[in-house]
């Protein structure tokens, strides 16, 4: 229950992939079947070339790959808000060049919110996409029996034409002391772990052309571990939003073989912290490594099957990502961080759809009190995606400092997306605190 499930060896045959026409008025995306009369809604809606260009290119590096070609992983965590204007850029400065290396399969773990109904024509269509967790947007800060876990609603939805999604339920107790930026981490965390769920079943199911079955259960035990030929290489676990400001090449990766102390790898797509920080990485947009890290990375929040004891959380800052470096340092105690040859900044786009605007905001290195890029200046396509598909002008980041219209964003300061409204609000309440 809350799993989709897509992909299959008809992506790599047909083009067509997942994708379906969206129930909105919105316009389609990808192209319409020979045998099919098109689809309207009211209206012919356009597809959104732009977009489109960028998948056909994946499409094609997935193509040409032998089936014994090294598998990658992508986890594609957290709301989509505005991720299919940086989507284009995306797939030109990091995903392509993956692609010439690996297969992908893309795995996405996000809350059923706004962004994701407006989202999803995108999201399916890019090509294999494996399967995707939905979860209900309305967070719950107690009735967990650890910090963080995906259940079973307890109530039954009263309108049956709406899916009973699973419900993301966290437990602050004892933790206190660690602040609010805790609730951002727990919810990072709990994404990582579900889409390392999704990635094993994936594994399980092996090479088949069938895609994995469905579990009955949000809080299912992850499948056992599969062969070796059917593991992934690699994982790369990006924010949904997420785009790279430069051309970027995943750095090779050594996984542990028969000697526990060979070195596994991994990156955060920048720079990698002193030898002597806590942290694993230095932001949490991106993370990628050698299968072996990457199971271990993506699972901080288990601990031999047993809730995570406060205690120990707070030793490490009350800081998931440290408490994983910690880990890794005792169960793999040769891995290190590696830094890509070109290391480039870490952005996503902001903006508001009902003020029809839009901007680029840099993350990773931060530049607050800055003015920020011009997304039109670094990549053409994804402003191409945001002014003719989405009808969303770019301008300046209104907390910024600068001159020219302004867009004001739905919510609060760099970084705190987690705490900030859907970019698809209109009124009312805003949707926060959705992951």
């Not at 598998?71 to 299919?84: K, N, P």
């Not at 806590?278 to 993370?287: N, Q, S």
């Not at 600068?402 to 300061?413: I, K």
Request: charged residues 20%; glycine residues 10%; hydrophobic residues 35%.
């Amino acid at each position: 229950m809350g799993r989709v499930l897509f992909g299959s060896a008809r992506d790599d045959a047909t083009g067509s992939g997942a994708w379906m026409p969206p129930k909105s008025p919105m316009p389609t995306h990808g192209k319409a079947q020979p045998s099919k009369p098109k689809a309207t809604y009211g209206k012919a809606q356009p597809s959104c070339a732009p977009f489109s260009a960028a998948v056909a290119g994946l499409r094609r590096e997935r193509r040409r790959h032998h089936p014994n070609t090294p598998r990658l992983a992508v986890c594609l965590t957290g709301q989509l808000r505005l991720f299919m204007i940086g989507f284009p850029a995306l797939v030109k400065n990091l995903l392509l060049g993956a692609a010439s290396s690996y297969k992908i399969d893309v795995f996405h773990v996000g809350p059923a919110d706004l962004s994701y109904t407006r989202g999803k024509s995108y999201l399916t269509q890019i090509p294999g996409l494996r399967a995707s967790t939905l979860y209900d947007p309305k967070l719950q800060w107690k009735g967990a029996s650890t910090f963080a876990e995906l259940a079973e609603p307890q109530h039954a939805v009263s309108n049956q034409s709406r899916r009973s999604r699973p419900v993301a339920r966290f437990n602050l107790n004892g933790l206190e002391q660690c602040g609010s930026q805790l609730k951002a981490r727990l919810v990072q965390a709990l994404q990582a772990r579900e889409c390392l769920r999704l990635i094993e079943r994936a594994e399980a199911a092996g090479t088949s052309s069938e895609p994995p079955a469905a579990s009955s259960s949000a809080a299912a035990a992850p499948a056992a571990t599969a062969p070796t030929s059917q593991r992934y290489a690699a994982v790369l676990r990006l924010r949904a939003d997420m785009l790279t400001l430069r051309q970027t090449t995943l750095p090779p990766v050594s996984t542990i073989g028969d000697d526990l102390y060979d070195a596994p790898t991994y990156s955060s797509l920048h720079q990698c912290p002193h030898k002597s920080s806590r942290e694993l990485a230095p932001h949490d947009f991106a993370l990628f490594g050698g299968r072996d890290v990457m199971g271990r990375a993506l699972s901080v929040l288990d601990h031999k099957g047993l809730p995570l004891p406060p205690r120990t959380l707070i030793r490490y800052g009350c800081d998931a990502g440290a408490l994983a470096k910690a880990r890794l340092s005792v169960q793999l105690p040769n891995a290190r961080c590696v830094a890509p040859l070109n290391v480039t900044p870490v952005a996503s786009v902001r903006g508001s759809v009902s003020g029809g605007c839009y901007y680029l905001d840099q993350e990773h290195p931060p530049n607050d009190g800055l003015p920020q890029p011009k997304l039109s200046e670094l990549f053409a396509g994804a402003a191409a995606v945001a002014s003719e598909c989405l009808g969303l002008r770019e301008k300046r980041d209104g907390r910024r400092p600068g001159s020219g219209p302004a867009c004001e964003p739905r919510g609060g300061w760099d970084g705190d997306f987690r705490d900030d409204a859907s970019p698809w609000d209109v009124g009312g309440p805003a949707n926060r605190g959705a992951g």
